[in-house]
């Protein structure tokens, strides 16, 4: 029992797995948004195709390298671990100011469509957020794709855990997270 302002509560400690890096049907999806959205692209802007091409193609590689940066430097300081141990606590937190450069441009790419709507034709509009949503789901299409060959390479069956400690007024705090590895 613990004892919080007066108050008895006892703590419960529960652990959730899920499949990582996502389900099976994640790279499915991915490949679909990544179609449609160069097909919405290619289909809506016409006028001036190289100029909002430019935009599609900077946008969607930009958001791509944002955002499989983090993911894979964490998966990549998680692998040795995965193999020997079968199990890696996530190092989140430590060197995030490694980080605050992607975050900020981050900021950039969440700030320059809103910019965009405001100054310049539709067309360059349309390329960024159509090259944004096309640069995340290429983001989880290579990333999941390269962590199941991983995986299939070693034989073995990724899994992402959540360990969290639950007071008696169900509240949660996560107290260790991290990937599993089972023989397959």
Excluded: H
């Excluded at 509240?171 to 590895?181: D, S, T």
């Amino acid at each position: 029992m613990i004892s919080l302002s007066g108050k008895t509560a006892e703590k419960v400690s529960r652990m959730e797995t899920r499949p990582y890096p996502g389900s099976r049907y994640q790279p499915i999806v991915s490949a679909i948004l990544l179609i449609l959205s160069a097909s919405l692209f290619s289909t809506s802007s016409m006028a001036d195709f190289p100029l909002n091409a430019a935009f599609f193609l900077i946008f969607s590689s930009l958001t791509l390298s944002v955002a499989i940066f983090p993911q894979y430097q964490e998966f990549s300081a998680m692998r040795g671990d995965l193999v020997k141990n079968g199990v890696a606590k996530s190092r989140i937190g430590k060197g995030l100011s490694r980080f605050m450069p992607l975050v900020a441009l981050l900021v950039v790419l969440i700030l320059a469509p809103v910019v965009l709507i405001l100054v310049a034709p539709p067309g360059l509009f349309l390329g960024a957020v159509t090259g944004m949503i096309a640069g995340f789901a290429g983001f989880q299409l290579a990333f999941t794709l390269y962590v199941k060959r991983w995986g299939r390479a070693r034989g073995l069956r990724l899994s992402r855990y959540t360990l969290y400690s639950e007071d008696g007024e169900g509240k949660r705090l996560v107290v260790e997270y991290g990937l599993r590895a089972e023989g397959v």
